[in-house]
Each structure stands twice: as C-alpha cells, then as structure tokens.
C-alpha cells in the first residue's frame, strides 16, 4: 500500500470498515473454530454455519486476500497466522474483541459527529444508556466484553509481570479487576503476595469462578462495590488497568481520592494505560482515545495530564515505567 499515490492510500483508509466488518462476520460465525481440525470448503462451512454457499465464499475470498484465512487449488479454506486469533481457544483470542466491536461498539462511529459537537460519548446517545449499565443488562453482551477484555489486556499481565518489581507489595488490590484473569495471573507469578479483586457485585460474581479454577481463594478476597463511593481498606497498592481512561477528569479524581483513602500512607498507586506522546509518529493510542470519547466518554492521557491529576487526587506521580506492550505503568505514592 504504500508504493500506492496518496489518493489511493487515503481510500484504502476511508474503507477500512470493510475489512474490520468482515472479521467481525467471521468472528460471530466462527469460521476459524470451524477449520481448527483442517481445511473446509465455503460450501461445507456455510451448512456448518447456516448461511448461503455463495455469499461466504466471498467473505472468506476477500479475507483470504488480507491474509485471513488462506484458500487452495481444491477451494478449500485454512487458517493462516492472521486468522488463528479469532478462534475462540487461542491463547491471545481476538473473537470477543471482533465481535465487541463488530457490534454494539461499531455504531457510535457512525454519530462521531456528535461527540465532536458535544464532547459527549455517542453511545448513550444510540443505546440511551451508558456502556456499563448496557452490559449491566445483557448479560449476554457482558460475558463478549469481558472475553474482549481478557484478549485486548493480555499483553498487559506479561507487561507487568516483566517491567514492575512487586517483591515488597503484601496485598495488591486490582480495582476494576474484571473476571480475574489478570489478577490471577499475577499472583500465580508472586507467591508471596495476596490480592483483593473490586468490581461492581455482577462482576465480582462472574470471577468467583476464575479464582476459584486458579486455586487462589485463599489468597485473593473478592470484593463488590462501587468505586465512586469508596474502596476497601487493606492493599499496599492498588493497579487500574484500563479503567481511568474510561473516565472524564472529575470522574477520574474521584476514583483516585478513594484510591488514596484507601491506601496506607507511601502506600502505591499504579495505573496500567497508554502515555499519550508528543508528535506524528504512530501510535495506537491516540485512536484508543477517540474510542474512549466515543464509547465511554473517558480520555487516554499525557505523561502531564497524569501528573496534575495524581497531584490532585493526593499522589505524587514517581515514575512511568515503559513495558513491552504499548501500555505504561504510571506509578504513585500517597503523599
């Protein structure tokens, strides 16, 4: 694509929607999962999958020319590297996360004209509610989120296993811990240290089950509540992995001065999101905002924007602690 003149490369760019839109298909049929055991015709799949013949194969041709899936002399379908993702047992899964945003999370672009007018997220104006109390409702929806999730922050676990030293951390609370996956996993990785998951109570009662299959339960306490109100006394530190960025500036002070009440004073705070940086070079980041200001309304922030806020809230912003992922751990003491 980039040998192409600009006006072709921009075209390409205007119909990305094309190629996302196709994942999401073959995502919610679940293509890949059907070609786990070896190659199947178009025909083979659509009676797999309840469709017409015709209209897959031409799905599955225009992936295949993406490297998504691979077809051969016979017109039988494969996976390739590009498309073992979107099967729903691998290891990094990006199904969920096609179907996430193949759906309810695709609208809002269509209305980015009125968050840009408004500053308002264009989801509460299509779904007359906020993300969270739509997935609140439709459990359905909610169990696709919190699948997205765990393939979208994956990386991030190995980033803070690998990048941040928790040998002098005694309790870790991971607040808007989710389904406890990330939290698990850091704690299978440090035996020495105990964890505290808070969440709102119908997520807390979905990781029951992720603790419980890590043989964690004695070492990590299950909390719900709600992070406005306030957090539980106890943890020497608390993690927000993706969780400020889906907040306004006031919202987010408030969750950081529940933070810093519940802490012990040095106690640490430590959130796992992208840093914006300064100039034109790529960075997913900047995109990952506008799906904030789309979705939920929230922000990603600068390494300042981070600074004035932890000042706020009653932190002192220490380090920013750069990981293998695109993420960063911003750190702060309790002043």
């Known amino acids: 694509m980039t040998d192409e003149p600009p006006p072709q490369q921009l075209e390409r760019m205007i ?13 919610k049929l679940e293509i890949a999962d059907q070609l ?22 031409r799905l599955l041709r225009a992936l295949a020319s993406v490297g998504i899936f691979a077809e051969n002399e016979q017109g039988a379908f494969s996976l ?61 929806q909610a169990q696709i989120f919190d699948r997205a999730m765990t ?23 991971d607040v808007g811990g989710g389904n406890g996956l990330h939290l698990a996993g850091i704690l299978q990785a440090n035996p020495h240290l105990h964890g505290l998951l808070f969440d709102v109570p119908h997520v807390v ?10 043989g964690l339960s004695d070492r990590c306490q299950l909390v719900g509540g709600d992070f406005f109100q306030s957090l539980p006394q106890g943890p020497d530190a608390i993690l927000l992995r993706h969780i400020i960025h889906d907040w306004n500036d006031e919202q987010s002070l408030r ?24 100039g034109n070079a790529p960075f997913w980041g900047k995109f990952v905002d506008l799906i904030m200001l789309l979705v939920t309304g929230g922000r990603e922030r600068t390494a300042e924007e981070f600074r004035l806020l932890y000042e706020r809230a009653g932190f002192e912003l220490t380090r920013i602690v750069p990981t293998s992922s695109d993420l960063s751990i911003v750190e702060g003491v309790k002043r």
């Open 15 to 27: 119909t990305g929607y094309c190629i996302s839109q196709s994942i999401y298909a073959a995502a």
């Open 36 to 57: 786990t055991a070896g190659p199947r015709t178009a025909a083979q799949l659509a009676e797999a999958t309840q469709t017409d013949a015709d209209s897959l194969y």
């Open 80 to 140: 390739t590297p590009l498309a073992e993702p979107l099967r729903s047992d691998h290891p990094e899964s990006k199904q969920a996360c096609a179907i996430m945003n193949g759906e309810d999370q695709f609208r809002p672009w269509c209305e980015i004209i009125y968050s840009l007018q408004t500053g308002k997220p264009a989801y509460n104006k299509i779904w007359g509610k906020s993300v969270f109390e739509f997935l609140a409702e439709h459990p359905e």
């Open 151 to 173: 393939g979208i922050h994956g990386r991030g676990n190995d980033s803070i296993l690998d990048a941040y030293d928790l040998t002098n951390t005694r309790v870790l609370a």
């Open 205 to 214: 009662k979905r990781a029951q089950s992720q603790i419980d299959q890590a």
């Open 255 to 278: 969750i950081l001065k529940n933070c810093h009440a519940a802490l012990p004073d040095g106690g640490k705070l430590l959130i796992l999101e992208s840093v914006i940086q300064p």
